[in-house]
């Protein structure tokens, strides 16, 4: 099972507008404030998804990749929300997340009784989508490989070169070797992956979502609920 984070948010202030109010109000009122933190929390994880790529250190080298939208896959993972008294729970299933939201977040180590982690070394191994095993069909061996900052690091070896099919001219239908990106080709003894024995991220301080944010979005929505009762 996949660990859960959890977002819990006060929702009394939602409470309060119900003086005068008829009780079986309660818990339309109440559910809709949870449905606004809800809708608050998905909004900040989709915010976070659009900020620029990160390109800084390892193993990226100051490198440009495409982005692998993790945090939409965050706000895909947003639960359905639950209110117990004057608490709306909200459970993400993400890994992930929750280690990034760790204060103390602990080194990333291999699973499985693998002895290394596999890190995309270009841009075309970061954004397969399969286990690195399969990358290339398999075609990589291991090595050791300096990296742009001189280390020799272990690493999984492209054993031939990328392919593709020409589509066009007296040549359509060939294999030829391709380029990864107009600044680095891929062809027989590239790295692919480089292997880590642990990873050490740091907390990200914005992970989770604003509380004073997530309450002001359940009074918003408690007061629209409310206001709808009323005409």
């Not at 339309?28 to 900040?44: E, S, W």
């Not at 390892?58 to 993972?77: L, Q, Y």
């Not at 982690?117 to 398999?138: E, K, V």
Request: glycine share 8%.
């Amino acid at each position: 099972m996949a660990e859960l984070t959890t977002i819990e948010c006060d929702i009394a202030p939602a409470r309060r507008l119900l003086a005068g109010v008829k009780a079986t109000a309660l818990p339309t009122i109440l559910q809709a404030a949870g449905a606004g933190v809800r809708n608050a929390a998905v909004a900040h994880f989709r915010a976070r998804n659009s900020e620029p790529a990160r390109s800084a250190g390892f193993p990226r080298f100051g490198e440009s990749w495409p982005k692998s939208n993790f945090w939409s896959g965050v706000a895909e993972s947003v639960g359905e929300v639950e209110v117990f008294g004057d608490t709306a729970t909200i459970a993400i299933s993400s890994p992930a997340l929750a280690h990034k939201a760790d204060p103390n977040p602990p080194p990333i180590t291999p699973k499985g009784g693998r002895k290394y982690l596999a890190i995309p070394a270009n841009a075309r191994a970061a954004g397969f989508p399969g286990m690195p095993r399969d990358f290339l069909g398999g075609a990589m061996r291991f090595g050791y490989a300096a990296t742009p900052d001189g280390a020799l690091l272990p690493a999984l070896l492209a054993t031939r070169d990328h392919l593709r099919t020409v589509t066009r001219g007296r040549q359509a239908g060939r294999r030829v070797a391709t380029a990864i990106d107009k600044q680095q080709k891929s062809g027989h003894g590239d790295v692919q992956y480089w292997l880590v024995r642990q990873v050490q991220t740091s907390h990200d301080p914005a992970a989770m979502p604003d509380p004073p944010a997530l309450a002001n979005a359940a009074t918003r929505a408690a007061q629209t609920a409310l206001n709808q009762l009323l005409t």
